[in-house]
């Protein structure tokens, strides 16, 4: 290996070294400087770098492209589109994968000289299938078939023959999560009825249940959900909701941990839901500085390696490392308990609500340990993004943004410029989470309130898992952290 690069200036203000990152333990914390070093660097440099990180992204490849001219070649290679697929040897798109959704902007012309051009191979099948528009014959090949659903999408009815086949890979859990949250699939979604439920997976049935619910297939949902062998909190809200049956409520009303099921059918029945306390003697030494990344990738390798999560809790008795016990005592407690602590910040400038959307964000976002990085570097208590930082233009470098002081003061900015355009504190924590045009464009037009199980069914329409879990676990932070602060409300009220 080189090791020439060790000698590039340092390019940002205050911040480590190259030398030093390089002695960082394997984290995507070190990965996030090496990128940053990435993007100044020039020619083999860049290689080096390139090579240091461990948990690459397809945009790092990007990144050396542009800064090291060997590499162009192969990142065009696997980026191969309408517009450039005649500058590369077709290896180069047989290995690579000419990507299927461009042929929706190609005409029939350049599609059958795209065919003349590649040889025999599996692409060039899955182009001529689609051109002449001969979807049986990908049928009987599954990999053929998921190529070809998954990246072209055409919506045409699976023959019942076939239905139960697709179900056998473990690509139908994507075909199916999107083809119910893609309106213009409704050939598909009604050949998916004529699945045989009771042979599928259980980790299929909830979105197989939802499916029938859209197509107004009530009892083959309810049937669906019934043949779960383990039965999630999620689907016992939804047979409730659909069978009225108290047998599932009472089901989730005996699961003490709350989450948005649990916490709506308490308020619906009227019972009172416990918070649990974490006593603290401030009596242990701070093991750990929660406001140091390297400190808390400590913290994670030792938790890793711990077999008394009650012992490794005591070691952490003290109020600075108070979101490091709970997270070790919800181990312990294998997530029984209800801790929702408040760590104190500077947030005088936040009405009741604001201050209970801020600790409800950063709950979710981090469990109140501002150190935290994530795998897409999101930064810091409030797990905010590289360039949304530097929008905001700060005289702070990015490494104060792992101290909770600097994150708070930015982070706030941007919860109210969202608060301020989206109103309703759970299409915030979608923006929040996704981004304020990911909600706009793919989450709000979901949201008619109509129908006997809206919203809920809206929520579980929104398209990208993460974002849709994201919003139902704010909201529920929300709501209690508002009642802590002397505010009541409901999960009810806000879902009116």
Not at 314 to 335: E, G, I
């Amino acid at each position: 290996m080189r090791w020439v690069f060790l000698i590039l200036p340092i390019i940002l203000l205050a911040n480590p070294s190259l030398n030093k990152i390089l002695n960082y333990p394997k984290s995507y914390y070190r990965d996030f400087w090496l990128t940053e070093y990435l993007k100044k660097s020039k020619n083999e440099k860049a290689e080096d770098i390139y090579n240091e990180i461990t948990y690459k992204k397809s945009w790092h490849l990007k990144l050396l492209a542009n800064r090291y001219t060997p590499y162009k070649y192969i990142y065009n290679c696997k980026h191969i589109n309408k517009n450039n697929w005649s500058d590369y040897p077709y290896s180069c798109i047989i290995e690579n994968g000419f990507r299927l959704k461009d042929l929706k902007k190609m005409d029939d012309e350049e599609i059958k000289s795209l065919l003349n051009y590649i040889p025999e191979s599996k692409i060039k099948t899955e182009i001529d299938i689609i051109f002449n528009k001969d979807y049986k014959r990908s049928f009987k090949n599954l990999d053929i078939f998921y190529d070809i659903f998954l990246k072209y999408t055409p919506n045409i009815e699976i023959p019942e023959l076939y239905i139960n086949h697709i179900t056998k890979d473990k690509r139908f859990r994507y075909l199916l999560a999107f083809t119910i949250r893609n309106p213009k699939l409704i050939n598909i979604k009604k050949s998916l009825l004529n699945i045989n439920y009771k042979m599928v997976k259980d980790k299929y049935k909830f979105e197989l249940a939802l499916n029938a619910i859209s197509l107004n297939r009530n009892n083959l949902a309810i049937n669906i959900l019934k043949s779960k062998t383990y039965k999630r909190n999620k689907d016992k809200f939804w047979l409730y909701l659909l069978t009225k049956n108290k047998k599932y409520a009472n089901e989730l009303l005996n699961n003490k941990r709350l989450d948005f099921y649990t916490l709506y059918i308490y308020e619906k029945f009227h019972k009172k839901y416990k918070l649990d306390n974490i006593k603290l003697s401030n009596k242990s030494p701070v093991l750990y500085n929660i406001d140091n990344p390297l400190d808390v990738i400590k913290f994670y390798k030792d938790k890793s390696k711990v077999k008394d999560y009650y012992k490794f809790a005591k070691k952490l008795d003290n109020n600075k490392t108070l979101p490091l016990k709970a997270l070790v005592l919800d181990k312990a407690f294998r997530y029984t308990k209800n801790y929702y602590i408040m760590p104190e910040y500077n947030l005088s400038d936040l009405n009741v609500k604001e201050k209970a959307l801020f600790y409800a964000l950063a709950r979710q976002e981090s469990r109140f340990i501002p150190a935290q990085i994530s795998r897409s570097y999101a930064i810091g208590l409030m797990q905010m993004m590289p360039f949304l930082i530097r929008s905001f233009h700060p005289k702070e470098d990015i490494e104060q943004f792992f101290t909770a002081k600097v994150n708070v003061k930015y982070a706030k900015k941007h919860m109210k410029w969202l608060i301020k355009r989206l109103k309703h504190p759970l299409f915030v924590s979608y923006a929040y989470n996704g981004g304020i045009g990911f909600t706009k464009r793919k989450v709000l037009k979901y949201f008619k309130f109509q129908g006997e199980y809206e919203p809920f069914f809206s929520m579980e329409m929104v398209p990208y898992s993460e974002s849709r879990e994201y919003g139902k676990k704010v909201l529920t932070n929300y709501v209690i952290y508002q009642n802590m602060l002397g505010k009541k409300t409901t999960l009810h009220s806000q879902l009116k």
